[in-house]
């Protein structure tokens, strides 16, 4: 009985009355989604790859993390992290510096800048995620931003013959000759800023959820391992 009151055309009508509603109160953002929550008469909306909630009279918006207490779980964060899924589901491995274990188990992708020390840190331990079988896919992030020095450190280093040596080079101040050429830099970037990045490493899992930060080897394959697709 309750399934069938659910699934009347009474309630859908409701539900797309409050979607028009919220879009034009929203009028002029990019709002990529608006879906009903737990909660009655509050919705999520997608706004680019930001997730806010409004109530059904587009009145009053709510910004921060839904938590359903009673099952530990952000819905909020489980939605960011299917909308960052989506996007690396779509990344072009082309346009990445990918190491390769010789037996993968798991993929992360991760934003790095040359000059940040804790992205040097993760890059000593490159080994140690291969030997776990963690193919390690990497963009670029200067936190300086366009046409800084690790800006253009990032682009003589996508630009050398050999693209890992010259990472680790630079990554660890060893000189690398300066180059341009057709580079995907500004659209790593572009990508970071699509995904809020504030900071370096940035390390996106297989499932979209990010650990804050760097993680050791032994940590991250841990955190893989348990990870819930």
Request: glycine share 6%; aromatic share 6%.
């Amino acid at each position: 009985m309750l399934l069938a009151l659910l699934l009347s055309p009474g309630v859908y009508a409701g539900v797309d009355q409050d979607r028009e509603t919220i879009r034009k109160a929203l009028h002029g953002l990019d709002v990529q989604s608006v879906e009903p929550t737990p909660i009655a008469g509050l919705y999520e909306v997608v706004i680019g790859t930001q997730v806010i909630y409004i109530s059904a009279d587009g009145r009053y918006v709510v910004q921060g993390d839904l938590v359903d207490y009673r099952a530990r779980r952000s819905l909020t964060e489980e939605r960011r992290a299917a909308l960052r899924r989506k996007i690396i589901d779509g990344l072009d491995e082309s346009k990445m510096i990918v190491y390769k274990p010789r037996k993968v188990k798991h993929v992360v992708t991760v934003f790095t800048d040359i000059d940040c020390g804790y992205c040097r840190k993760l890059h000593r331990d490159i080994q140690g995620y291969l030997d776990r079988g963690i193919e390690v896919r990497y963009l670029f992030f200067p936190r300086a931003g366009a046409h800084s020095a690790s800006y253009d450190k990032a682009v003589s280093v996508w630009c050398a013959s050999d693209r890992k040596k010259a990472l680790t080079d630079s990554k660890n101040d060893r000189p690398v000759p300066k180059k341009t050429c057709d580079n995907p830099i500004d659209e790593h970037m572009e990508l970071a800023r699509q995904l809020g990045l504030r900071g370096t490493p940035y390390i996106l899992l297989e499932n979209g959820m990010s650990p804050p930060g760097y993680v050791p080897p032994r940590q991250l394959a841990h955190m893989l391992d348990q990870m819930q697709p």
